[in-house]
């Protein structure tokens, strides 16, 4: 049988002549270059491949590259050589079972692809490597919304006269899609908790309870395509778990008495009494589930938590056994922490309802602010501090302030304490009495929000809406002892949490009277926190503010900067 030997550029000597009788039995195949070559020895097969010395060094990666042809065909990844054409001189299997063209070598690696849209971050990889010598990637879309990750590198040894990319596929479409659930389950909790006063501000408090629910449901369908859904609210008193929303639910199930207990009250009693997530692969055989909807297979059920407490259930469920996986559960627990969100909220704005001084704060606790600011401001930038203009700026300054504290008095007068549905804790809080405090945010919610909370406890409030005119304030009540306690959040419009702390501590010292709001879900990409706390910053708190926590915070920051009287023995 005639051996065939693939021989890439010139015949070697003794076989370029004549044949010789050991010659006669090898069938010599030619090939005029590396790359035909590599073409060839894909798709034929040869006992052997000469390569003359003027293409040496250039066979030399193509012919690394053949050795491993057997693992790059086993690879889960697509593997393409391309030329500096952007052509294809050889694929592995997976790229041809991706390509919808029977053949693929010598075509455009975009049209051998599919023609997909190049979604960056660099739209022109190949061109970028083939120019720098560096890695490049991006991310393209087929039509069939299916998405890949494109790495390309130059071939290991290529020559300046002849480059060659080696570039790799990964399919992404599930990272992908999952990414793009988890963006819209954080938008949506993100509208969840836009109640904002001014725009609700003559609704009733059920009108208010409806409007949630809706926002809740529509979302809950819209996003995560759930439609048999159940919210109860946890009773802290009696252990209830009161329902709030049922979609989808028998009536008897929905009306069923259910409390925080991990026996005898289904799935949701044992979810609010122990904090933990319950998935229900197998309703027939789970000990624990009570019938919610008739046919239901398989449920569901996330603790409702804000902070560290549970303050009620969601739980959905599906006529199909084992509808739900880790996935969805860490999904939900991600939305629900959202609706716990939006319904601490609600409950804030139902307890300021019927509270005169939040009301009359609503409307000029802020303004008054804003003249402070601008007072403050005045005053720094005035160029002669003893002229008449600057006295008249302190003055104005000064009433301002005592206009602030009027209207906390004549609201304490005003206000029923029993119109609040939260527990007023002021009694349990006598440190924070009389305590001035500043909060620097560019959130008017969170400022009013901050007013609410903290004027109700007898706190002399002050705000600014960047970190600058927050210190500005600073250095304004320094005369008058500071302020006791300055809460900012960690992303001003112009500076970080970190900076922040650096400059006030360069005007108050130590210990800094600082507790630095981090909003929830929020990736900290300058380090702002960790290099505050490795400064010495002593509190730091998440955004939506958990009422409990704040006061605990602002507590130890108060603790911190009272000194120990000693008294003789």
Same mark, same amino acid.
């Given at each position: /049988? ?5 021989? *890439? ?104 692809? =599919? ?67 988890? &963006? ?28 949630? #629910? ?49 026996? @005898?009250?289904? *799935? ?7 904090? #933990?997530?319950?998935?229900? &692969? ?9 019938? @919610?909807?008739? =046919? ?13 407490? *549970? ?42 309802? !019927? ?9 000029? !606790?802020?303004? +008054?602010?804003?003249?402070?600011? &601008? ?57 924070? #009495? =009389? ?22 406890? @007898? ?17 304004? +009540? ?11 959040? &960690?992303?001003?419009?112009? +500076?970080?949490?970190?900076?922040? /702390? ?14 630095? +709001? ?17 400064? @010495? ?5 998440? #955004? ?26």
């Amino acid at each position: /049988m005639e051996k065939r030997i693939l021989c *890439v550029g010139q015949l070697p000597m003794g076989l370029a002549g004549e044949p010789s009788a050991a010659a006669q039995s090898v069938q010599l195949v030619p090939a005029s270059h590396p790359i035909e070559a590599l073409k060839r020895l894909y798709g034929e097969s040869f006992e052997g491949v000469y390569v003359s010395s003027k293409f040496f060094r250039e066979a030399l990666p193509l012919g690394k590259l053949l050795q491993n042809v057997q693992i790059l065909d086993a690879l889960a990844e697509g593997v393409v050589l391309l030329d500096s054409e952007l052509n294809i001189v050889w694929a592995n299997q997976r790229f041809r079972q991706w390509s919808p063209l029977p053949k693929v070598e010598g075509v455009n690696f975009y049209t051998a692809f =599919g023609e997909p849209e190049i979604l960056g971050p660099d739209y022109s990889p190949f061109n970028s490597t083939l120019a720098t010598g560096e890695a490049s990637y991006c991310r393209l879309r087929r039509r069939e919304n299916r998405y890949f990750q494109v790495h390309a590198a130059l071939l290991p040894e290529s020559q300046p006269s002849s480059l060659y990319l080696i570039v790799t596929v990964r399919e992404v479409t599930e990272e992908v899609l999952q990414q793009q659930k988890w &963006d819209a389950i954080h938008q949506a909790g993100m509208e969840l908790a836009e109640l904002k006063p001014e725009e609700i501000t003559q609704m009733s408090i059920e009108e208010r309870v409806e409007l949630l #629910k809706a926002n809740i449901l529509y979302y809950t369908k819209d996003v995560l395509h759930y439609d048999v859904v159940e919210i109860r609210l946890l009773d802290p008193q009696t252990g209830e778990l009161r329902p709030l929303l049922a979609e989808g639910m028998d009536p008897e199930a929905a009306q069923r008495v259910l409390y925080a207990q991990p026996q @005898g009250n289904g *799935v949701t009693g044992f979810v609010a009494a122990t904090g #933990k997530s319950y998935l229900c &692969d197998n309703t027939a055989e789970d000990p624990l589930y009570l019938p @919610g909807v008739k =046919g239901a297979r398989s449920s569901m059920t996330v603790p409702l938590i804000f902070g560290d407490r *549970v303050i009620g259930t969601f739980n959905v469920e599906s006529p199909q056994a084992h509808a739900f996986t880790e996935s969805d559960l860490q999904f939900m627990e991600i939305f629900t922490r959202q609706i716990a969100a939006a319904l601490n909220t609600l409950q804030l704005l139902a307890a300021e309802k !019927a509270s005169s001084l939040e009301a009359v704060h609503g409307a000029i !606790a802020l303004p +008054m602010d804003e003249i402070l600011n &601008d007072a403050v401001y005045l005053r720094e930038h005035c160029t002669d501090p003893s002229s008449e203009v600057t006295e008249r700026i302190c003055r104005i300054l000064r009433n301002a302030r005592d206009i602030k504290q009027l209207i906390y008095q004549v609201g304490q007068q005003m206000s029923p304490t029993e119109a609040h549905p939260l527990p007023l804790p002021s009694p349990e809080y006598p440190l924070l #009495k =009389g305590r001035k405090v500043l909060v620097v945010d560019a959130d008017k919610n969170s400022r009013s929000h901050a007013h609410r909370l903290l004027d109700r406890l @007898g706190c002399l409030v002050d705000t600014a809406i960047n970190g600058e005119s927050g210190l500005c304030l600073v250095r304004s +009540m320094l005369p008058e002892g500071g302020y006791d306690v300055v809460l900012a959040d &960690d992303r001003l419009p112009d +500076m970080n949490g970190y900076q922040f /702390m650096k400059q006030l501590r360069e005007l108050v010292g130590e210990p800094v009277p600082l507790i630095l +709001m981090v909003p929830i879900l929020t990736y900290d990409e300058d380090h702002s926190i960790i290099h505050a706390r490795q400064e @010495g910053l002593k509190a730091a708190i998440f #955004k939506p503010v958990d009422l409990d926590k704040l006061l605990s915070a602002i507590e130890k920051i108060l603790t911190l900067r009272t000194p120990v009287v000693q008294t003789a023995s």
